[in-house]
Structure formats: structure tokens, C-alpha cells
């Protein structure tokens, strides 16, 4: 079955699956039961096409999918997802040296003050990975 062939429900299920281990299972429990009758279908939406559609795709690893991802949140400041994504980031197995190094190439390329903000919330959360490891 060729991906244009998958039932919505398939690639739903798909990304739920990938959007589970990536993210863990238990954010992402919380984030499906947690959401309103209101913000069902964003859910549904991102849970489809982001995980279900580009994320189980074969063309790139997870780990650069990752930071690619930081590289955007940071470029978007939605502080939120960069931790969400940080955290992701070292499930896919990124280094913190990887994720140093995509941070301080977006103050480059996006600005300082928005580079500073992804370090403080990167640096907080992989701080929280040491004192639980």
C-alpha cells in the first residue's frame, strides 16, 4: 500500500504511534485527553499529518528531524514546543553538543534574543534530564 493509499484513520494511527515515542507516551496521553471538544481537531490534525505523514516518512532520521525542529521553533519563538522538541531531541538521540550547536547557529541566522530564549529553555530541560538520570 502506497502512502497515497492510507486511510486518514491509517496515517492517524501511524502518528500516534511515532508522536508516542518521540514525545513519550504519557505527554502525549495528556495532551489527547486534556484537549477540549474545541481543540479536538487541531489535535487530530497535528497528530495526522506532522506525525502520521511527514514524520514517519523515510528520508530523513528522526534525529534530524528533530533538529530541524529546534532550528524553527527557535526561529518561531513557541517556547512551549522548543521544550516539548528538546525533550524529543534526546529521545531520538541528539547530544546536548548537537542541540548547543543548532541554538547557536539560529542566533545567526534568526537573531540573538531568540537564540538566548531557546538556550534558557533547552538548557532548564536538559538540566532536568541530568538531575533524573
Not at 505527554?27 to 514517519?56: K, N
Not at 517556547?79 to 553538543?97: F, M, P, Q, Y
Request: glycine fraction near 8%; include cysteine; charged fraction near 20%.
Amino acid at each position: 500500500m502506497t502512502d497515497h493509499q492510507k486511510t486518514h484513520q491509517q496515517t492517524f494511527e501511524e502518528g500516534l504511534a511515532v508522536r508516542r515515542e518521540v514525545l513519550g507516551a504519557s505527554h502525549v496521553d495528556a495532551s489527547m485527553q486534556a484537549t477540549s471538544d474545541f481543540a479536538r481537531p487541531i489535535q487530530e490534525l497535528v497528530t495526522e499529518y506532522c506525525w502520521g505523514a511527514v514524520w514517519t516518512r523515510d528520508g530523513l532520521p528522526r534525529k534530524t528531524r528533530s533538529l530541524i525542529n529546534l532550528a524553527m521553533l527557535t526561529a518561531l519563538n513557541r517556547s512551549h514546543e522548543l521544550g516539548v522538541h528538546v525533550r524529543g531531541a534526546l529521545t531520538n538521540g541528539a547530544t546536548e553538543a548537537e542541540i548547543q550547536e543548532v541554538l547557536l547557529q539560529t542566533a545567526v541566522y534568526v537573531g540573538v534574543p531568540a537564540a538566548l530564549e531557546s538556550f534558557r529553555i533547552a538548557d532548564g530541560i536538559l538540566q532536568e534530564q541530568r538531575d533524573a538520570g
